[in-house]
């Protein structure tokens, strides 16, 4: 399984108003920086843990399959 994040969009909240780029990228370089990214990481590897203990019950299930 894969994570994908797209982390550049900004956008302002009212679609008619476009952010300048430069704005665009001084907001990018001051919120995702590496404890940013450090937290995320610490996410997926909870997300997956949590994943990884329910699928198989769930697969079991869902497709009847008492199968070890």
């Not at 900004?10 to 108003?17: E, Q, S, T, V």
């Not at 940013?36 to 990884?52: D, N």
């Not at 198989?56 to 399959?65: A, E, G, I, S």
């Amino acid at each position: 399984m894969r994570s994908r994040f797209w982390l550049g969009m900004i956008a302002h909240r009212d679609p008619a108003i476009t952010l300048p780029e430069a704005q665009m990228r001084e907001m990018r370089a001051k919120n995702l920086d590496g404890e940013f990214a450090r937290r995320l990481h610490q996410h997926c590897v909870e997300e997956m843990g949590y994943l990884a203990e329910i699928l198989p019950t769930l697969y079991k299930r869902v497709t009847l399959d008492n199968v070890v």
